[in-house]
């Protein structure tokens, strides 16, 4: 059986599910799916902001913007459910779901305080919208469906915002609630992202958590296949929308794709492959536009690696924008121990995840995110020496598990990179990335430059696919 996932604009519009819908239908002729469902596209940022309007008591923004999430689901009914019984019916739930939304506005609002715990609240309806207009207009065109609320399943800790999973009870729920669903032959729709503590309270898994809820559903599940949907034709030699001659990768290994998620390509979440790696299950990466692409296929099996090999270095080079890059400068540094452990535990107090770090012996190089950015953060850094900050960032990596024992990839990267200024540059302890770190105007330079270098000869041929906007 598969675990299929489809992500906001693969569900976005009326055409988009509908397409959704047809693949699912395909799907159901071998065996019933579990479908995992995103918000339909900028849903879920317009409930971020909904939930920031709210806190600061901006009510009027908030309803408004409420309004629209409510037009844009009520619209997709109309569009999608020919029944007028359905379509009524239909309409209630999606009236129910927008009165609770802006109920907890007000809630917000009186309080004049936005927790975490509300933060996610409010980010949830984007899921229970999408899969209750997909779950209907499933039933209603004859598939056996059924619409499940993952918070019965998806059992997390009380993190909000960024809530993991208590495996067990999720296995068992599994078991409980969706497997027997599927072995009968019913479909079974729900939401990704989202998740209850177990007394209740609504979670998030994070931004883009979708992925991650499908590769754990799938691991649950066991004797499965996880299918990520997307917009592009599976992971590619890089962004397309940076490189527009950017190739999709056949396939790749759990750790390739581990460490690219990492690094910033946003076609998977990050987290995505930890659960497949541990029951060994492969993931496809497919277009929902472009459902007979072959997209990329991510695995550790041998056979199907073997099939494939090829003599390329890079399989991909990844972008993470929004980062910038503080410089701590210290004599102090010089042959002293304890330094780094100090330095790094201002970091950690702030619960901040550094991205890349360089050193000598008197300074320390490193970038994070600009959002976890702070005055206080530089003040305590202060402590330690100079600081010097620069902003708007951008680190770029190059990633292949035959970098590991490649001679004269550095050189290549940098003649490639001979007009670019490099802020920093880090070799990945893994050993299968090179990254380094150049100013945001840049970017769109540094990885086509790259890309013609490492991928505009026919060295790939076999594991790449042309692009199928060329075809
Ligand atoms: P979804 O809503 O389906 O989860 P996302 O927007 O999260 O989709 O991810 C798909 C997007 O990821 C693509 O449209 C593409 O712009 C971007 N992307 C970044 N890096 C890559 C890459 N290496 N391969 C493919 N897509 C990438
Ligand atoms: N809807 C959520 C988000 O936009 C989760 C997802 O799409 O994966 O972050
Ligand atoms: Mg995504």
Redesign the pocket.
């Given at each position: 059986m598969a675990v299929m996932k489809f992500?906001?604009?693969?569900v976005g519009t009326a055409r988009a599910m509908q397409q959704a819908i047809f693949l699912v239908a395909r799907e159901q002729q071998k065996s019933a799916p579990l479908v995992v469902l995103?918000a339909c596209?900028g849903i879920t940022n317009k409930l971020v902001h909904i939930a920031d309007a709210a806190g600061r008591s901006d009510l009027d923004g908030a309803m408004a913007l409420a309004g629209d999430v409510r037009q844009h689901h009520a619209l997709l009914v109309e569009e999608l459910i020919k029944g007028e019984l359905l379509k009524k019916e239909i309409m209630v739930r999606i009236e129910e779901l927008a009165t609770r939304l802006e109920l907890l506005i007000k809630g917000v609002e009186i309080v004049g305080e936005l927790t975490e715990r509300s933060r996610d609240m409010f980010c949830s309806f984007g899921e229970l919208f999408s899969t209750t207009v997909f779950a209907a207009a499933m039933q209603e065109q004859g598939h056996d469906t059924r619409w499940v609320d993952i918070r019965t399943v998806m059992i997390t800790d009380d993190n909000f915002g960024f809530a993991r999973p208590l495996n067990e009870v999720c296995e068992e729920r599994v078991s409980q609630i969706i497997k027997p669903l599927l072995d009968a032959g019913t479909t079974v729709v729900t939401q990704g992202y989202i998740g209850a503590t177990k007394d209740g309270r609504t979670t998030t898994l994070g931004r883009?958590g979708?992925?991650f809820s499908a590769a754990l559903l799938g691991a649950w599940l066991n004797d499965t296949s996880i299918q990520i949907?997307?917009?592009?034709d599976?992971?590619?030699?890089?962004?397309?929308?940076l490189v527009p001659e950017?190739r999709s990768i056949r396939v790749m290994t759990f750790s390739e794709a581990a460490e690219?998620a990492y690094l910033g390509?946003?076609?998977l979440h990050p987290d995505t492959i930890a659960p497949a790696v541990q029951k060994n299950i492969p993931v496809y990466v497919l277009n929902s536009w472009h459902p007979d692409a072959k997209g990329t296929i991510i695995t550790n099996d041998p056979e199907r690696l073997s099939g494939m090999s090829y003599g390329g270095l890079v399989k991909?080079i990844?972008v993470k924008k929004g980062q910038c890059i503080i410089n701590v400068h210290s004599n102090r540094m010089f042959g002293r121990h304890g330094f780094m452990n100090e330095l790094f535990g201002v970091f950690a107090r702030y619960s901040i995840s550094v991205e890349m770090i360089s050193t000598s012996e008197v300074s320390v190089s490193l970038t994070v995110d600009e959002k976890s950015f702070s005055e206080e953060l530089i003040r305590d850094l202060k402590s330690f020496g100079e600081v010097d900050i620069e902003h708007n960032v951008a680190t770029v990596s190059v990633v292949g598990d035959n970098l590991r024992m490649a001679r004269g990839v550095a050189g290549r990267i940098f003649s490639s990179l001979k007009d670019v200024n490099l802020r920093m540059i880090s070799q990945g302890a893994s050993e299968i990335n090179v990254g380094f770190v150049v100013e945001e105007s840049d970017v769109v330079t540094a990885v086509n430059n790259l890309h013609r270098e490492f991928f505009s000869n026919p060295e790939g041929e076999g594991i790449f696919e042309i692009p199928a906007g060329s075809r």
């Open positions: 992500g906001g604009t693969s995103s596209s883009g979708s992925d949907w997307t917009d592009v599976g992971v590619m030699t890089c962004d397309p929308r950017a690219l390509a946003k076609v991909s990844a």
